[in-house]
């Protein structure tokens, strides 16, 4: 059974910095397409960033320049750095794997975790 585990989340003030930790187990493959995703109360789930199986990394262009995406060497733990945290960032935010060494564009992400809580307010 594929498990994902979040932590991490908090309050923090606008210009902070946060570390999300997603501890993953449970994989048949180790080099899968992993991301995060987030969704604020009334919003539409939007993909913050993923990583392939080959280390390649993407990121939407609200965190460019703030946020990065990285993976241990055993591929079970994944982290993002948030940098300068603004109020919209506020949101839940998830772990999640796709079966697939390539992050897809309409990627299904069949496996989640079960979000952690970052607020940005002062």
Avoid: H
């Avoid at 187990?25 to 913050?48: D, H, I, N």
């Amino acid at each position: 059974e594929v498990q994902l585990v979040e932590s991490g989340g908090g309050l923090v003030q606008p210009g902070g910095s946060l570390r999300l930790v997603c501890a993953a187990s449970g994989y048949t493959y180790s080099s899968l397409c992993m991301g995060w995703f987030r969704q604020a109360p009334g919003k539409e789930r939007e993909r913050v960033s993923t990583i392939n199986g080959d280390g390649k990394t993407s990121y939407a262009d609200s965190v460019k320049g703030r946020f990065t995406i990285s993976q241990d060497n055993a591929k079970t733990t994944l982290y993002l750095q948030m940098n300068s945290l603004k109020p919209e960032d506020t949101a839940i935010y998830y772990c999640a794997a796709d079966n697939g060494y390539y992050c897809r564009l309409y990627g299904l992400f069949p496996y989640w975790g079960q979000g952690t809580q970052v607020t940005v307010s002062s």
